[in-house]
């Protein structure tokens, strides 16, 4: 199963290359692999459907007990089957519906499959963590699949409600997952079944996963977004909602009712809810006139059926539920092809312009009108001996029961009354509508409709069969007061007789259908989609509300927001515990240095807090930096020290480049009294900082983690002890920053390119007669002659009194060194003072350099790569090096220590930890560049363009 799963991802990815070949017909390729998985589905479906549960697992995060777990029953088996049986079917139907020239039909057809295969295995996995993966990936397919044509708002409308609401119902299906798994004390879906647990904490779970399952499926108050959904194109209705993506969230339903049906919360909610769906939106499907809405509320109308029929935690009504799911998915799905065929052939779906298409489409409306009866649920189809056994499933119960056969009754009404609707509005002549007319079709667009309408003919003929298929899930209930069985003919009963009260009852509100439009019309209040847009809007506003009342724009204020609050909550956590832990014996220092460094620091922060010029307080704040790394050094932390001063040297520098465009000396705005509050803020939290860390050390009762350190890093291969612990020990740490150091550099810097390309300037796009730029804030270019063209880049774009010749030779001959020594910190960072992000800093600096030298055109030519390629690869390099460990078995990030003796080199000690930090070190060189492009070559081009004297002074807002 596992390979099967798999490999509909791989054919997805090759999909768009087939389509690119073959056009079109590409589609009947790719049907292939659904056709293996229905004949591999078949080959099991003996000892399957006689109560062998196929089982496979492959060990996955062993840590957290996750595994490539995989389960097959009859349950699973059937909607594998639905899945890849109805899927090969509507893959055939693509090789006509679409044009060679449909724009994204390779994208199209490869998200199709992938869908296939996430929907295969989200019914096949038996591990609660990678059910939600495989949920979520058919909620992120299917938003490609109904925002296909996205050059239509609709289309992209359409999916962006789909992804939200199912979105929200999976994140809290998630949270349920959890908490049940933590609960159980195994992740194993089959496990959990056998011995449920219980308790409040369970309960919430359950109620939890049941609001993934009711969004899932479109239940109320889910349910708006499957209409919406009506924008894609007609084969995916066919297949994501009538056969798959819906179906989702009745299959977990059913997967879970054998054993949690009877918590208290389970069959309120599955009842009301479904029932209500059942019942308003059947009410809504009788005054549609396009055809595929008017099946769009029919399937949620069903859809609640379902959710009440499999959620009622009988052992008849699991065996109607199954029945009448596999019922609708061929009928519906049949219909929703007959629509698209209708489409194509007349170019509309509105039942008000079509007219005689019985005449012009005779197998088409054949199986319509099968299909219409399965629908229905008229003999001698599926969907009559589904909904017989549904009526059966209620009789003989309590109350409850039996209120909810009333609704199933009015339900079946309606559902009987849309179904004439349909037929009548596809093919009946209509008095006043001329007669439509139809292009000719090809046989491969019909056959796959075909097959499905006789598929609802040959179930119900079967039906002895499709109560074997289903019995071994239906005997996991208790039983009950009857033994039914699925059969076409049960004989006079009372079954039969709501079954005709039904029909008849819908044939009255066909035949009532104007009257009935009317009194929608008119007691109508609020459609669903409205609600959903009020919904978001009143979202939007409200956020928009927040952000206007917390987001001032000062600068001072959130800092000084973030600080109180860290005062008054560290406070408060201190209050409780007076006195607190203080040293017996502190030490102070260890050396007069320590002293004489610590009072330069303390120095440079005052003086830098009662400068009013910018330079100056900038110098001054890299002075405490400085100051830092010398303690380090003092202490003993080379490797300490030696990040910190290449870091405070990049942004140092940085500071130096904005400070271009900002005014040199701070305004005078802030009044005496806030000036104070700030004093006593600061001094406040730089004491609450100092008694906690105090106060940390003293209360320590155990031995310091720190201690274990030493023998870590020497049994993951290295020496240096900080090196180690970034890309070793706490590397999934060091992920997460890279993963946020990426995103910042991305966003900051969107700030400054938010209509330019972040590309750097070549000198080749350069014109060959362009001047040099001019000394900044003049207006007319020197009247010295430019320098002939030589290896300086300088030469050519600067002009002589912008140029220090000789800081730029040293730049260029400088340039090589600095990038081997930045190599050197990374391959030795696990025996000596460096690591991938000293290296990166430090050919970061080199690039540095080479800008301050030559300008914008030199960092370019020093810069090949752009800056977003190197963020790109070092976050995947990384992440690649995080996930080796998964695949061969193993725990993420796991280093591995290789010796080898080589004819060169000699002895070689590397740890394949070496791969993350070279993640860093390329990631650390995009963000310094990036920064470089953004505040340094973009700003250079910005005052070139404004030639204005005052341009030095202008601030960036």
């Known amino acids: 199963m596992i390979l099967s799963v798999a490999s509909y991802f791989v054919v997805a990815a090759i999909a768009p290359w087939l389509v690119r070949r073959l056009g079109r017909n590409a589609f009947v390729v790719l049907a292939a692999l659904p056709v293996a998985t229905t004949g591999w589905a078949l080959a099991q479906a003996g000892p399957v459907f006689d109560g062998h549960a196929l089982v496979e697992s492959r060990a996955w995060i062993p840590q957290q007990g996750v595994a490539l777990a995989f389960r097959c029953d009859a349950l699973a088996l059937l909607m594998v089957f639905l899945a890849a049986g109805v899927g090969v079917l509507v893959l055939v139907y693509c090789a006509r519906y679409f044009d060679d020239d449909e724009p994204g039909l390779?994208?199209?057809?490869?998200?199709?499959?992938?869908?296939?295969?996430?929907?295969i295995g989200l019914v096949t996995t038996d591990d609660l963590i990678l059910l939600y993966v495989f949920w979520e990936l058919t909620t992120v397919f299917s938003y490609l699949l109904i925002g296909h044509r996205s050059e239509h708002r609709g289309s992209r409308r359409a999916a962006m409600q789909a992804l939200t609401i199912t979105t929200f119902g999976g994140l809290a299906m998630l949270v349920g997952l959890i908490l049940l798994g933590e609960r159980a004390g195994t992740y194993r879906l089959s496990e959990i079944l056998a011995d449920p647990p219980g308790g409040t904490l369970v309960t919430t779970s359950i109620v939890l996963i049941l609001v993934g399952a009711l969004a899932k499926s479109a239940i109320v108050p889910f349910g708006s977004w499957l209409p919406a959904a009506m924008a894609a194109p007609t084969p995916v209705s066919a297949y994501l909602h009538a056969a798959a993506m819906v179906k989702a969230g009745v299959y977990l339903i059913a997967r879970l009712a054998p054993g949690f049906a009877e918590l208290a919360p389970w069959r309120p909610i599955v009842l009301i809810t479904g029932c209500a769906t059942l019942l308003l939106a059947g009410w809504r499907a009788l005054r549609e006139n396009d055809l595929k809405r008017v099946l769009a509320y029919g399937t949620v109308s069903q859809l609640g059926l379902l959710t009440v029929v499999t959620g009622a935690g009988t052992r008849d009504a699991a065996l109607a539920g199954i029945a009448i799911l596999v019922a609708h998915a061929l009928f519906k799905a049949c219909l929703f092809l007959v629509v698209g065929i209708i489409d194509h052939g007349a170019g509309t779906r509105d039942l008000r312009r079509l007219s005689g298409l019985a005449r012009a489409m005779p197998?088409?409306?054949?199986?319509?009108?099968?299909?219409?009866?399965?629908?229905?649920?008229?003999?001698?189809?599926?969907?009559?001996?589904?909904?017989?056994?549904?009526?059966?499933?209620?009789?003989?119960?309590?109350?409850?029961?039996?209120?909810?056969?009333?609704?199933?009754?009015?339900?079946?009404?309606?559902?009987?009354?849309?179904?004439?609707?349909?037929?009548?509005?596809?093919?009946?002549?209509?008095?006043?509508?001329p007669t439509t007319t139809c292009a000719p079709l090809g046989g491969l667009l019909l056959a796959p409709a075909l097959l499905l309408g006789a598929s609802c003919l040959g179930l119900g003929l079967a039906a002895p069969a499709l109560d074997h298929w289903i019995s071994s899930y239906a005997d996991l209930f208790p039983p009950g007061g009857t033994d039914y069985h699925l059969a076409l003919w049960h004989g006079p009963g009372i079954a039969l007789n709501l079954s005709t009260a039904a029909v008849c009852l819908g044939i009255v509100l066909f035949l009532a259908r104007e009257p009935v439009v009317r009194v929608q019309l008119a007691t109508a209040r609020v459609e669903p989609s409205r609600l959903y847009d009020l919904l978001v809007r009143g979202v939007d506003r409200g956020a928009l509300q927040l952000t206007g009342t917390t987001q001032?724009?000062?600068?001072?204020?959130?800092?000084?927001?973030?600080?109180?609050?860290?005062?008054?909550?560290?406070?408060?956590?201190?209050?409780?515990?007076?006195?607190?832990?203080?040293?017996?014996?502190?030490?102070?220092?260890d050396s007069a240095a320590q002293v004489v460094v610590a009072l330069l620091v303390v120095a440079a922060a005052l003086i830098a807090a009662g400068t009013r010029g910018r330079l100056p307080t900038v110098l001054l704040v890299g002075v405490t930096g400085y100051g830092c790394?010398?303690?380090?050094?003092?202490?003993?932390?080379?490797?300490?020290?030696?990040?910190?001063g290449l870091v405070e040297t990049v942004s140092l520098v940085v500071f130096l480049l904005v400070l271009r465009r900002l005014p040199s000396r701070f305004r005078n705005t802030t009044r005496p009294v806030r000036r104070a509050v700030h004093i006593v803020i600061a001094v406040l939290t730089g004491g609450v900082l100092a008694s906690v860390a105090v106060s940390a050390f003293a209360a320590r009762t155990r031995p310091p983690v720190s201690e274990a350190f030493a023998a870590a890093a020497k049994e993951a291969g290295g020496k240096e002890i900080v090196s180690v612990l970034l890309v070793d020990i706490r590397a999934w740490d060091t992920m997460g920053e890279i993963a946020v150091l990426a995103v910042a550099a991305i966003g900051v810097t969107s700030l400054i390119f938010v209509r330019r390309t972040r590309e750097l300037p070549r000198l080749a796009d350069r014109a060959p007669d362009a001047p040099p730029l001019p000394v900044d804030g003049d207006d007319a270019h020197p009247s010295h002659e430019p320098e002939p063209a030589g290896r300086l880049v300088a030469a050519r774009t600067l002009a002589p009194e912008r140029r220090t010749v000789l800081f730029e030779v040293v730049a260029r001959v400088a340039f090589p060194t600095v990038l081997i020594l930045s190599l050197y910190f990374l391959f030795s960072g696990h025996s000596t003072p460096g690591g991938g992000f000293a290296g990166g800093i430090t050919a970061g600096l080199a690039l540095l350099v080479r800008y301050l030298a030559g300008g914008r055109y030199e960092l370019a030519e020093a810069a090949p790569l752009p800056a977003g390629r190197l963020l790109g690869t070092g976050l995947v390099v990384a992440a690649g090096a995080a996930l080796v460990g998964l695949i061969v078995g193993g725990a993420p990030l796991r280093s591995t220590v290789l010796d080898a003796d080589l004819p060169v080199f000699g002895g070689v000690h590397i740890a394949t930890s070496v791969f993350f930090d070279i993640g860093v070190y390329l990631l650390v060189i995009g963000l310094v560049q990036d920064v470089l492009s953004a505040l340094g070559a973009e700003l250079d081009r910005r005052i070139e363009q404004t030639r204005d004297p005052d341009a030095e002074r202008t601030v960036i807002v």
Do not use: N
Request: glycine share 10%.
């Open 363 to 433: 197998v088409t409306c054949l199986v319509a009108v099968v299909a219409a009866l399965s629908m229905a649920g008229l003999p001698p189809t599926a969907g009559f001996v589904a909904k017989e056994a549904v009526y059966e499933a209620f009789l003989h119960r309590g109350r409850a029961d039996t209120v909810v056969l009333g609704v199933l009754v009015a339900g079946s009404a309606l559902t009987a009354g849309y179904s004439l609707r349909f037929v009548w509005g596809a093919f009946a002549r209509k008095h006043g509508v």
């Open 106 to 119: 390779g994208a199209f057809a490869g998200v199709l499959v992938a869908f296939a295969g996430a929907m």
């Open 552 to 589: 001032r724009g000062s600068m001072p204020v959130y800092v000084g927001v973030i600080l109180l609050s860290l005062i008054a909550i560290t406070a408060a956590a201190a209050l409780g515990r007076l006195p607190l832990p203080f040293p017996d014996t502190p030490r102070w220092w």
């Open 629 to 644: 790394a010398t303690l380090f050094v003092l202490q003993g932390a080379p490797d300490l020290a030696l990040t910190q």
